[in-house]
Nanobody, 119 residues
Framework: QVQLVESGGGLVQPGGSLRLSCTASGTISRIIAMGWYRQAPGKERELVAIFSGQSTNYADSVKGRFTISRDNTQNTVSLQMSTLKPEDTGVYCC??????????????WGQGTQVTVSS
């Protein structure tokens, strides 16, 4: 089994910064992709930023403001969010695509952490 533990999030004023982290643990053989999605009220879930192999992808709306980083030794990804806007408000969920010890490939979602950008 694999567990995802998220931290960070909260309430911040427009223009402020927040940092999210997600750590994966368990029967992990190889991480294929790991990153963050978000869902705003009344909207569909969307990709924010993700590592996939050697590639990094960002939503156009966060390019230049958000930075995703990873620590492979800890199976952790972090999302540094700067110059936050009210439209960044939503539930941010960690996503993991992984090959486990049984050589099976699985996808996992974190429980989500609320980010609210408001004055």
């Amino acid at each position: 089994q694999v567990q995802l533990v998220e931290s960070g999030g909260g309430l911040v004023q427009p223009g402020g910064s927040l940092r999210l982290s997600c750590t994966a643990s368990g029967t992990i053989s190889r991480i294929i992709a790991m990153g963050w999605y978000r869902q705003a009220p009344g909207k569909e879930r969307e990709l924010v930023a993700i590592f996939s192999g050697q590639s990094t992808n960002y939503a156009d709306s966060v390019k230049g403001r958000f930075t995703i980083s990873r620590d492979n030794t800890q199976n952790t990804v972090s999302l540094q969010m700067s110059t936050l806007k009210p439209e960044d408000t939503g539930v941010y969920c960690c996503y993991l695509d992984v090959v486990q010890w049984n050589n099976g490939r699985y996808q996992y979602w974190g429980q989500g952490t609320q980010v609210t950008v408001s004055s």
